[in-house]
């Protein structure tokens, strides 16, 4: 258990061009803050052994084929495992994402995704079938149970998994599913966390049927290149900013293009769908007000528009 060290681009594969942005280690200045912070009030139950990683290098590389950013030093698959199930305290998580307002507001947006998918699929939705890949706290698969879809989860992190069940969600494996099944796979801030994002998605797409969509969302990262020169974690606004790159955590940090690369080097298109907007619609019962909001509710889904903003980078790509 330990570090290794990723020498090709986790996505596009490129040996050449990978150009070194920044190269810290734990125990220098540049983390004090973090490794103070990350031991003194963990946010949401996160608390990593100090002492396993202070020895060890942060550095961020950028690929000059895809233009992914990445972390090229990481914990291998049994340490990324501990990181995920015993650095967190479950418990507290879920507590902490239980209690936040921004579940509500969650779900609200992937009821307005699943419903835009169901339309652009334009199937009875007994005949839609939908996974959740890396489920979380199940606020995707509620949002998709509600519409009258029955998605498939998985998910490897024991506690969600027993969670997922308690909400009647059964957690299934990669290995059980089979090729050309599913119409379409949710992956929420999924990618970023993966130790070889080609590969999983690559075999998402066997998953998926012809015409079938899986969407990628991760955090925007189109700014980390100049925040990587103008600050360090060793603030709060740091933090904040350099968060598509948080240590251990976030291992590929992804702007619109490296991500539409990812997609297109596993044989994916980008698709637009038409998005219907739950929130915006609520004034939609006074009957006055009806078509007006209904109308202004119904918009073309413009990647580029939505990625200008604050939230994630978010792409659906179809098969
Ligand atoms: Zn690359």
Avoid at 189 to 194: D, K, N, P, R, T
Avoid at 201 to 209: A, D
Avoid at 215 to 224: A, E, F, Q, W
């Amino acid at each position: 258990m330990g570090f290794i060290k990723r020498t090709v681009c986790p996505c596009c594969k490129s040996k050449e061009d990978q150009k070194v942005l920044l190269e810290e280690y734990f125990n220098s200045n540049y983390f004090k803050h973090w490794i103070d912070h990350i031991a003194s009030k963990p946010a949401g139950g996160y608390r990593p052994e100090v002492e396993e990683i202070l020895d060890e290098k942060y550095e961020i590389t950028k690929c000059g084929n895809c233009g992914l950013i990445y972390q090229s030093i990481i914990p291998d698959s049994e340490l990324l495992h501990k990181a995920y199930e015993s650095w967190y305290d479950q418990d507290e998580n879920l507590r902490f994402n239980l209690s936040l307002d921004n579940r509500r507001v969650k779900i609200q947006r992937f009821l307005t995704e699943v419903y835009s998918f169901i339309q652009f699929y334009n199937q009875p939705v007994n005949r839609i079938k939908v996974m959740d890949f890396g489920m979380g706290w199940s606020e995707w698969s509620i949002a998709a149970r509600s519409l009258g879809l029955e998605p498939i989860g998985l998910e490897i992190s024991p506690s969600k998994v027993k969670y997922a069940s308690s909400l009647g969600f059964e957690a299934q494996t990669l290995e059980q599913q089979e090729e050309s099944s599913v119409d379409f796979i949710n992956t929420e801030q999924v990618f970023e966390h993966l130790d070889e994002p080609f590969e999983y998605l690559q075999n998402l797409v066997r998953l998926l049927k012809p015409g079938g969509v899986v969407k990628l969302s991760v955090p925007n990262g189109s700014k980390i290149e100049e925040n990587l020169k103008k600050y360090d974690f060793n603030s709060e606004e740091g933090f904040r900013k350099l968060n598509p790159v948080n240590p251990i955590e976030h291992l590929n940090c992804y702007n619109t293009e490296s991500l539409v690369s990812l997609g297109k080097s596993c044989g994916l298109r980008p698709v637009e769908l038409i998005k219907y907007d739950f929130q915006k619609s609520r004034k939609v019962f006074r009957p006055l007000n009806a078509l007006k909001e209904l109308a202004r509710s119904i918009k073309h889904y413009n990647i580029d528009q939505f990625n200008k903003l604050n939230g994630p980078t978010l792409i659906f790509f179809q098969k």
